[in-house]
């Protein structure tokens, strides 16, 4: 995987030099079996604080950045406007759709790429989808979304009012939030740890 490594050394290096005054990049998000492979394009979000709607593609093949303008502009006038300083976020590589969960208001939100490996000028929208009833007898106000992707489900642990080890799921070709939790065991609820769940017959969901 030497071209994997090169290209992420491309990547920091870019980052570094460019957008050192803007501060750290807060999320990068790209998939080794999607991007990479399809597209060859990885996407940075919000990482310019300058301009926090911007999304940063990098052409993998041309070894070239350019910028792609978003809006959060509510569809309807006094709907839930997308934060892009608050938010944790997934890409499905199905769809190449961004889903991000805003904690300033507690909303779910899509940004739909395509199959852009640079940026035009026509600005990609936020939308909305839904406000998830996640129904864990706690609030949620606080929470601070850790998102996992399978089989076009996204899965929302560390929820509120859920035992450790339990998942909200929500899929995504359905937009629809299961009722009732998934339970994958126990294991601590522990900033930074990671696991990786695989059931031994059927559908990763």
Known sequence: M??????????????ATVYAASGPTQCLAFDINWNLLFTNAIYVINGD????????????????????????????????????????GILDHDTNVFYAYSGS???LFSLDMGLLK????????????????????????????????AQNHI??????????????????HFSFLQPTPQSYGTFPATHGRAASFFQQTGVQT
């Open 49 to 88: 604080s300058k301009n926090p709607t911007t999304v940063y593609i990098y052409d993998a093949t041309a070894k070239s950045w350019s910028a792609q303008t978003t809006t959060t502009t509510p569809a309807t006038s006094g709907g839930p406007q997308f934060d892009p300083t608050n938010f944790g």
């Open 118 to 149: 640079s940026a035009n000028s026509t600005a990609i929208p936020w939308v909305d989808v839904q406000k998830p009833n996640f129904a864990t007898g706690q609030s949620t106000a606080s929470y601070q979304p850790v998102m996992a992707l």
């Open 105 to 107: 208001n507690e909303e």
């Open 155 to 172: 899965h929302f642990l560390g929820l509120p009012g859920l035992p450790a080890g339990d998942a909200m799921i929500f899929v995504i």
């Open 2 to 15: 030497r071209w994997l490594s090169t290209a992420l050394v491309i990547l920091a290096t870019s980052l």
